[in-house]
């Protein structure tokens, strides 16, 4: 029997209170076990753009890629359309879903709007000429908005780098009460599995980040390196309420993979996402609230860079920085607004060079060691202890050793993007696709 690869793309398929577009997928994963589905894939998390304004929460679409007899295709697009209605209860004004099926070759157009929504804004009318021109089956309702994450989601291989996520779910009647993830569970998991996961315990606090705060259904997500190693991580794991079923993402979290395009200041526009390369030219100031702010120029602009108060300790970095230091800003685009101009919002620091900062002072009396004070125009310095005299000391330059390292600077975990790469992840690459899926990648 001819079987045909299938490829789906989802977004959008929420509401504020306790629906997720992962937790829908895995419940379609689980009915699509009705057909006679050969998975080429594992279920595949894309994070767009995190300086979109329409989010949710972390602007994650999912994408699904499995091998179905070909009499079967046609059915998908009504059963998806079926199972949303009675998943997305009541109308939202912010839940606009957007599904889009393959079972062909994912057209370049929409492999470059897939491209562009991990850094810009991409307009809906844009997504859905694409649709139009390239006949792509798809459901959407409300403002089809969700097509975007749809077909950003089903063009991204992760070719160059990806990393893993289980995510473990509770049942929808629990989401209105708490998970009560266990805390020491959660670091001892850490520690076994060393660099094998990551992003799970935020070390500057000993805190944990893989519990969502949320009426989700998320119970916690684990993230790692690889499928096993996430499964293995996740079973270390306690909470006070049950798993209700769990699957394993493959992901662009933690891969930097929104932050590859260099734009100069001028050509910044609201919310894209950006490395900007400029001086810093004025010194940092910490603001009302405790954010830190400091303007940086390139060849012809300046802009001003913000560092917001749960970012912690990474603003005393940013308070280090001194006039004329070069640094690449990575960071999204806040629009200007009555209050303030367009400002980039740090989400890490490169230092590239630091700025030669010397301190200019009065020569040393060579007769006693006491520091000596001008005694008057072309007249050289006198000493105010012994009365020393000399007309041909000068002043004194010295450079200021500064306690700033170059390199790339992130504010900790717990305020990091889920795009954003850790450093622990820093020269780490899982290149192309899985050759297999380990045998058991989901609960049903
Ligand atoms: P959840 O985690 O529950 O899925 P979310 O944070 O992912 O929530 P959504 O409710 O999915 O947020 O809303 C994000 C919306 O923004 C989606 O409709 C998606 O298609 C759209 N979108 C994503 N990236 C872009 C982009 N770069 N430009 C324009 N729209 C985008």
């Known amino acids: 029997m001819s079987k045909k690869l299938v490829q789906i793309g989802m977004d959008d398929i929420d509401n504020p209170d306790g629906r997720c577009t992962t937790h829908f997928a895995s419940i ?41 007899d070909h009499y079967d295709v046609d059915s998908i697009i009504p059963t998806v359309e079926g199972l949303i209605h009675d998943y997305v209860e009541g109308e939202y004004p912010n839940t606009n879903p957007g599904v889009v099926l393959f079972d062909d070759e994912v057209p370049k157009q929409v492999q470059s709007l897939s491209r562009l929504a991990l850094w810009r804004v991409v307009p809906i ?34 070719h160059e780098d990806h990393t893993y996520e289980y995510i473990a779910y509770r049942a929808l009647e629990d989401c209105e009460d708490k998970r009560g993830v266990d805390t020491v569970s959660v670091q001892s998991m850490d520690k076994t599995m060393g660099n094998r996961v990551f992003s799970n315990v935020d070390i500057s606090t000993n805190r944990i980040m893989i519990e969502p705060h949320g009426k989700d259904p998320v119970l916690f997500g684990v993230r790692g390196e690889a499928a096993e190693y996430v499964i293995e991580a996740a079973n270390l794991v306690k909470s006070k309420q049950d798993r209700d079923r769990w699957m394993v993402f493959r992901s662009n979290q933690g891969t930097g993979e929104h932050l590859k395009h260099r734009v100069e200041i001028r050509n910044l526009r609201p919310y894209m996402t950006a490395i900007v390369a400029g001086r810093v030219e004025s010194k940092p100031r910490m603001i009302e609230g405790g954010h830190s702010i400091f303007t940086i120029k390139d060849d012809k602009d300046k802009i001003d860079c913000a560092a917001y108060e749960p970012s912690g300790e990474f603003r005393n970095i940013v308070m280090k920085l001194k006039v004329g ?22 989400e890490g620091l490169e230092v590239v060079e630091l700025a030669n900062i010397s301190e200019v002072s009065n020569p040393i009396c060579a007769q006693c060691g006491k520091r000596m004070k001008s005694a008057g125009r072309g007249k050289g310095y006198k000493c105010t202890k012994c009365g020393h005299r000399d007309k041909d000391v000068r002043k004194i330059e010295t450079s200021l050793v500064r306690d700033l390292l170059t390199g790339l600077h992130l504010p900790p975990a717990k305020a990091q993007r889920h795009l954003t790469r850790p450093l622990a992840r820093i020269g780490k690459v899982n290149g192309g696709m899985p050759s297999s899926l380990v045998s058991k990648w989901h609960s049903h």
């Open 28 to 68: 379609i994963v689980e009915r699509l076990k009705e057909w006679t589905v050969e998975w080429v894939d594992y279920p595949n998390l894309i994070r767009l753009n995190p300086n979109i304004p329409y989010r949710t929460r972390g602007n994650g679409a999912v994408a699904l890629r499995f091998l179905i």
């Open 125 to 158: 009318e844009l997504a859905r000429r694409i649709i139009r021109t390239n006949n792509i089956p798809h459901y959407t309702s409300g403002n089809g908005r969700g097509l975007i994450g749809a077909l950003s989601a089903v063009a991204n291989t992760l």
């Open 325 to 346: 230091d070069l640094v690449n800003v990575h960071a999204g685009v806040r629009p200007a607004s009555r209050r303030h101009s367009l400002t980039l919002n740090l």
